[in-house]
């Protein structure tokens, strides 16, 4: 069997022109060799497909079985390769109609995809965008494979062909809904530890998220009340809090997007919590791509924190 490594992308351009034009010599003036160099271009054809290819006959050279079951995927891959290299190197916003997919958590869709499809409609309105969920070594590897172009997260554990970018970090604070028993003990924005600490909480339990850190804490701050209910994601969390009497402790941005909305109350939890941070990340092989590019530096400009 012949293997794709062993040819000559040169000499693939001069059986080409051969089967197109059935000439040696109106070959070499298509691709501007000399009738010599051409002919010795066919010889190690040839050599290489162990087939005469083209053979005298009464209306110039013609094609061997072989070659003619070569021309038409020979001239297919040829054409593909030449519009994939006259494609522009810079990226059009304005005008393309590319699609990007992106890897966020469900918090990260409620913080990103609103602002950032509002400023893709005004900037690019043919530019598709979409989310998906993925971590880990999937994510890795989907980025690695073009199935994922861009990931926005506090996401641990990434390959090293991956680049990235810090954004934002951001503290956790506890939500609760306005007309909540404890709302008359809040002072300064500040719910007493006492009260904290006896109060029901709300658990978000994804093994796959950050929080588990979270759990963590409050059991460590003598907050035993979270075992009573639990969501394995943050989207459902307002709908919870607004309705029953549970606390919930939550990154601020999407504290920030449900308060008003929900009705809940914004507070400063009163134990020590870690901070959250969320970094841009896409691999190596799109370093240079320009649509790639383009979509970076509109997420750095709608949510980098500055310096």
């Not at 404890?182 to 006492?194: E, F, K, T, V």
Request: aromatic residues 6%; charged residues 20%.
């Amino acid at each position: 069997m012949r293997q794709l490594r062993d040819l000559d992308l040169n000499l693939l351009l001069v059986l080409r022109e051969i089967l197109q034009r059935g000439s040696v010599s109106a070959a070499a003036r298509a691709l501007r060799l000399s009738q010599p160099a051409t002919s010795n271009a066919l010889a190690r054809l040839r050599r290489q497909f162990d087939d005469d290819l083209f053979v005298r006959g009464p209306r110039g050279m013609q094609a061997t079985p072989l070659a003619l079951r070569l021309a038409v995927p020979l001239d297919e891959a040829l054409q593909s390769l030449a519009a994939a290299l006259d494609q522009p190197t810079d990226f059009d916003a304005a005008s393309s109609s590319q699609r990007f997919t992106l890897a966020l958590t469900d918090v990260g869709e409620v913080y990103f995809m609103p602002a950032l499809l509002e400023h893709c409609a005004r900037m690019a309105p043919e530019v598709g965008i979409g989310s998906v969920r993925a971590g880990g070594q999937n994510l890795s590897e989907a980025m690695a494979a073009g199935r994922i172009d861009l990931a926005i997260g506090a996401f641990e554990d990434m390959a090293p062909g991956l680049l990235q970018r810090r954004l934002f970090s951001q503290p956790y604070v506890t939500l609760l809904r306005r007309h909540h028993p404890l709302a008359r003990q809040l002072g300064a924005g500040r719910i007493p530890l006492a009260a904290f600490k006896a109060a029901r909480h709300l658990l978000v339990d994804n093994p796959a998220s950050p929080y588990g850190q979270i759990a963590q804490a409050l059991t460590r701050a003598g907050v035993h009340n979270i075992a009573h209910a639990s969501v394995p994601h943050f989207v459902a969390v307002p709908y919870i809090v607004s309705q029953s009497d549970v606390l919930v402790t939550v990154p601020r941005k999407l504290a920030e997007r449900a308060a008003v909305p929900f009705g809940l109350v914004m507070l400063t939890p009163p134990i020590r919590l870690p901070r959250l941070t969320t970094h841009l990340f896409w691999h190596r092989r799109v370093q240079g791509d320009a649509a790639n590019i383009w979509l970076r530096r509109q997420l750095v400009s709608l949510f980098a924190e500055a310096g």
